[in-house]
């Protein structure tokens, strides 16, 4: 972020300024927002954020303690209470609603710098990636392959909605190049609203599925919401859609402009894969095909026979960018994973080979990652363990049956289930002959883990893959952990 006056930061949250008198020195700035307190410093502005567990409200004397030059608050009283209790004080922004008021910070400041970026020639080019699944590591392929081509800022993990983007979009500075942004939706309008604090240069859709169904009640209904991405492109922007998708490829008439992706390897695709190989790795090779270029021969260094589409996705948004194609081939075989829990592949103690697929989960990743563990396993036993996918609504009990099924097809000889929601995966797998575990919470299945006469044997492939709230995530942080130290011996 450019440092801003902290005038031109109540203008442009619509905010008031009170308790002005706090203002340390005349001209103050803000230098960096953040919204967890224990993040303050100097020059940041803390936004007061009413979350599940904790209300910001009450953290305001802490960020004012670290420096903090002014908090974004909506309960004036509630944060001058904290202000008082550390004996501290602080310029408050006053504001009907903090998050919206955070989104209309991010949207002026990202307005501001790409004026000024046409005002020295230069251009800001903003891009970002929705999809039922693979939205985090397209984002971190895009990410690396633009940041070869000029400064890049792009979220950490999963920063995809009314918080996290903005946060990201305030990362951005005069010197930025690329913006790289990640949209995710549990309903219809969310994209349409992140949109409008970051209007995009290219868009890309990587598939419609069954995430969120609880939110979209239908397929369609996950379509159109998907479709708002490429409503939310400028005027000379350029839509980056799945060839192989249906729903995806028909967003085409909503777009100035389409580059579209096949990982079928279909002719009248711009940008396909063709001869796609996977190796014992279950890493992709494959004859890549670019605009303007001769097809070059690239092997994925992320792992699974899915990321061939996500791959194919960030070179599309590459290119789309502005990027040089030929660059962008020669670069797209280096980029890696960056976020944790995504198809994450670890040779751990008692040769346990550990695949963490595990920040979320529904019927389509899941299905990509039992295709994963049948090739990556190969002469070891196959464990999945499986914590319950959220959201899913009235598809949820068919989507947990069939999960079963994907585990007996994958070859697991032993299923072990996290929760009640993914007991109809239990019943079915056990159905098919599969040896199943069933466990309460991700606390008992943490407890089974470490028992001495635990589940697990040397030598298992075991697959950890859930919905990020149903605790799959920590399951394979605590195998990780637990494991990682024997490995090193």
């Known amino acids: 972020m450019i440092d801003r006056p902290l005038t031109e930061v109540v203008a442009l949250t619509g905010g008031t300024l009170v308790d002005a008198e706090a203002v340390p020195a005349p001209g103050a700035t803000v230098s960096a927002v953040v919204t967890d307190s224990r993040r303050a410093a100097p020059g ?82 903003v891009v970002a990636v929705t999809g039922s699944v693979g939205k985090t590591t397209t984002k971190d392929l895009t990410r690396q392959l633009l940041a070869a081509q000029g400064p890049t800022v792009a979220p950490i993990a999963s920063f995809n909605n009314e918080i996290g983007l903005p946060l990201t979009v305030l990362e951005a500075d005069a010197d930025t ?87 079928a390897g279909a002719p009248e695709a711009d940008i396909r894969a063709t001869a796609v190989e996977l190796d014992a790795d279950a890493h992709a090779g494959f004859e890549l095909h670019l605009p303007g270029i001769a097809p070059r021969r690239v092997r994925l260094a992320v792992p699974g026979a899915h990321n061939v589409a996500n791959a194919l996705a960030a070179a599309g948004l590459a290119v789309a960018a502005g990027a040089d194609p030929a660059a962008v081939a020669a670069d797209l075989g280096a980029a890696r994973l960056e976020s944790p829990h995504r198809m994450d592949v670890n040779h751990l103690g008692r040769d346990v080979l550990l695949i963490d697929d595990a920040y979320n989960a529904n019927i389509d990743s899941m299905t990509s990652a039992f295709d994963s563990l049948a090739t990556l396993a190969g002469g070891r036993r196959r464990v999945a363990i499986i914590s319950e996918m959220l959201e899913l609504g009235a598809a949820s009990v068919a989507d947990h049956v069939r999960t079963g099924q994907l585990a007996a097809q994958a070859g697991v000889g032993l299923l072990i289930t996290v929760g009640a929601g993914a007991a109809p995966a239990a019943v079915s797998a056990r159905a098919a002959g599969v040896t199943v575990l069933e466990m309460p919470d991700a606390d008992a299945a943490q407890a089974a883990l470490d028992a001495p006469d635990g589940p697990l044997r040397d030598g298992d492939a075991v697959l950890v893959k859930g919905s990020n709230g149903s605790g799959a995530w920590r399951l394979a942080d605590h195998l990780r952990d637990s494991l990682k130290e024997m490995h090193a011996q």
């Open 44 to 125: 940041t502005l803390f936004v007061a954020l009413a979350g599940e567990r904790t209300d910001g409200h009450a953290h305001v004397g802490t960020a004012a303690v670290a420096g903090a030059a002014a908090a974004l608050v909506s309960d004036v009283d509630a944060a001058r209470a904290a202000l008082a209790d550390a004996g501290a004080r602080l310029p408050l922004i006053a504001v009907p609603d903090t998050v919206t008021a955070l989104g209309a910070l991010a949207r002026g400041h990202l307005a501001d710098l790409r004026h000024r970026a046409v005002q020295r020639g230069q251009a800001l080019t």
């Open 177 to 263: 190049r690329y913006l790289v942004l990640e949209m995710g939706a549990s309903g219809p309008g969310h994209i349409t609203y992140l949109t409008d604090i970051a209007p995009l240069d290219a868009a890309a859709v990587l598939m419609v599925g069954h995430a969120h169904m609880e939110g979209f009640g239908s397929i369609d209904g996950v379509a159109r919401a998907k479709a708002e991405i490429v409503r939310g492109l400028l005027p000379t922007g350029t839509a980056v859609l799945n060839h192989d998708d249906a729903r995806a490829a028909a967003m085409a008439e909503l777009a100035p402009a389409v580059l579209t992706f096949s990982a």
